[in-house]
């Protein structure tokens, strides 16, 4: 926060010198420096994959090297995290993030903001990574919906050389739509803008710390258009008095947050690429994309009240490129290779053999790729998320099938598919639920469903079902090759999180033709790929049976 903060023991002295008559002028304050450290959405990646990218032990590494570096030339380090530990890596979920939250520790976090994907799991689960975490988990904005009060601890408080820092955790307000219903009933997510608002009032009038940061899992939007998403970062910056917040540590979006321009993202950044982070309203908006595949190194000067920046990156993890040497493709890393912390491989070594064991199971067989990435299968029908409703469709014996997009998460290669490959794309643990439901009702529930917006979670894959969908609606429904008749009855099945409400789908878990089957989404995936191994993947690909005009 840009203000004029004098140290008490300055003001003493320049008051004894103007006693003494000898003073003409203040003196000048002494210039801090200060680096900020930041990752986010880790989701469950302790370990690196197998081309060595990435992981917690070079992350240590990385971080040591760092913090000596600046301590010794009189500086001070803070380590923060936009939040989403969990759920991603099957060794991971297995364990409830156990090897992340106490490699975190040992890595010296000091503090993080709470992501959504830290509701994927009962609220006990949560209060056990707390305490395997020696640092906050702050949120400012969640409420304990039966007491009206913070669930969470809003903020912290560091002392660094002099300095006070004000670190303010907040959490997207869409979690209450897309975190599990069940798990989150009790609990209010307020807008996080007016919360921020009053926490930073109630610092200024009882802490007035020198600099103040927000650390958010809220997402970046460039120019704050945040589409079917809730405003995220660049919002809040706007709508706070200009200055108020130095920085914003964010995550939730997932990208190498690096701007070309006012509101213009970077959008083709590569590892060991110069970034320059956004800046909205007099604060500056940093977010290290995901993983930990980088690590966002912010280096500020504190003096007389004005903190400047003077350095930004984004440090890449031990990330590789193909290069093509001899006629032949391979790997090689970009920039410094870091080499893995002891201490940190020794603690994480038995979390992954543990995992490995259960894991590392081959399946099935597939003749290509089932596409499931974020970026392809959240804006437009895909043969993974095809298969998936598919498998629901077979063990629940539905006419028809609706997956939310948001529950894939990762593709499957071609080849070889482990049970590992199975978890990575369906980590949540829900079940698959069907309704017994009259086709008016249906058609009712598809102009809901089918409208969602696409880049969101909401986004829906279906199968046993063609219609064309419109602004005004579905029409031509045809399910099973027939006609949608409105008299009639059909069975479909959704996961138990949206049949809950959860993705803003309509609640059908009251429903009198309601059934939760109590199979596990992943476990039902696994078993339909070893029935039908080898895997066709030509068989489940769209071909325009939704149509979007």
Not at 323 to 343: L, M, T
Not at 387 to 402: E, P, S, T
Request: charged share 25%.
């Amino acid at each position: 926060m840009k203000r004029l903060t004098f140290k008490p023991i300055l003001i003493a002295l320049s008051s004894a010198i103007m006693i003494a008559g000898c003073a003409t002028s203040p003196p000048e304050l002494v210039t801090e420096n200060i680096t900020i450290l930041h990752t986010n959405d880790h989701h469950g990646h302790f370990w690196p994959n197998k081309y060595g990218e990435y992981g917690l032990a070079a992350r240590k590494t990385l971080i040591d090297q760092i913090r000596t570096e600046v301590e010794a030339q009189g500086g001070v380090v803070l380590m923060l995290s936009g939040g989403d530990i969990n759920t991603g890596v099957p060794e991971s979920d297995l364990l409830d993030a156990e090897p992340d939250f106490k490699g975190m520790s040992l890595l010296g976090y000091d503090a993080m903001a709470l992501g959504n994907h830290e509701f994927d799991n009962p609220l006990y689960v949560l209060q056990k990574q707390q305490q395997w975490a020696d640092f906050p988990m702050l949120s400012a904005n969640i409420y304990d919906a039966n007491t009206n009060s913070r669930k969470f601890q809003p903020y912290e408080i560091f002392k660094r050389k002099g300095l006070k820092i004000a670190v303010i955790g907040l959490t997207t307000e869409d979690t209450a739509k897309i975190g599990n219903p069940e798990y989150i009933k009790d609990l209010e997510f307020r807008d996080p803008k007016p919360e921020a608002k009053k926490v930073l009032e109630t610092l200024a009038s009882t802490q007035q710390p020198d600099i103040t940061i927000a650390v958010t899992h809220m997402g970046h939007y460039q120019d704050g258009k945040s589409g079917g998403n809730a405003p995220g970062d660049v919002a809040l910056a706007r709508y706070l008095p200009q200055g108020e917040l130095d920085m914003i540590i964010g995550g939730h979006s997932q990208e190498p947050l690096c701007m070309e321009g006012p509101n213009l993202v970077k959008k083709q950044f590569k590892p060991g690429d110069e970034c320059k982070p956004d800046q909205q309203n007099g604060t500056w908006i940093m977010q290290a994309y995901e993983w930990g595949k980088y690590v966002g190194r912010a280096d500020y000067t504190y003096r007389n009240g004005e903190l400047e920046l003077k350095h930004y990156e984004l440090i890449p993890i031990n990330l590789t490129k193909k290069i093509s040497k001899d006629g032949e493709s391979q790997r090689v890393i970009v920039g410094q290779a870091i080499a893995p912390d002891s201490e940190m491989v020794d603690l994480l070594t038995p979390y992954q053999q543990q995992g490995s064991e259960k894991l590392n199971v081959k399946i099935a067989r597939s003749n290509g790729r089932l596409e499931g990435d974020r970026n392809v299968v959240r804006f437009g029908q895909t043969n993974l998320g095809r298969l998936i409703a598919m498998a629901h469709m077979q063990r629940a014996k539905a006419d028809f099938a609706v997956m939310n997009s948001g529950g894939v998460r990762d593709s499957i290669a071609a080849g070889e598919i482990t049970y590992k490959d199975v978890l990575k794309v369906q980590p949540f643990g829900n079940s698959v639920t069907y309704v017994d439901m009259k086709g008016n009702e249906v058609l009712q529930y598809l102009n809901v469903v089918a409208a969602k917006p696409t880049d969101s979670g909401a986004f829906a894959q279906f199968a046993g079902i063609a219609m064309k969908v419109t602004d005004s609606g579905v029409s031509e429904v045809r399910i099973q090759g027939k006609p949608l008749n409105i008299d009639q009855s059909y069975r479909f099945t959704v996961p138990s999180f949206n049949a809950a409400g959860g993705d803003g789908y309509p609640k059908v878990n009251q429903h009198p033709g309601f059934v939760d089957t109590g199979f596990v989404d992943a476990e039902v995936l696994k078993e339909y790929l070893k029935s039908h191994s080898p895997v066709d993947v030509n068989q489940y690909q769209p071909k325009g049976e939704i149509s979007y005009l």
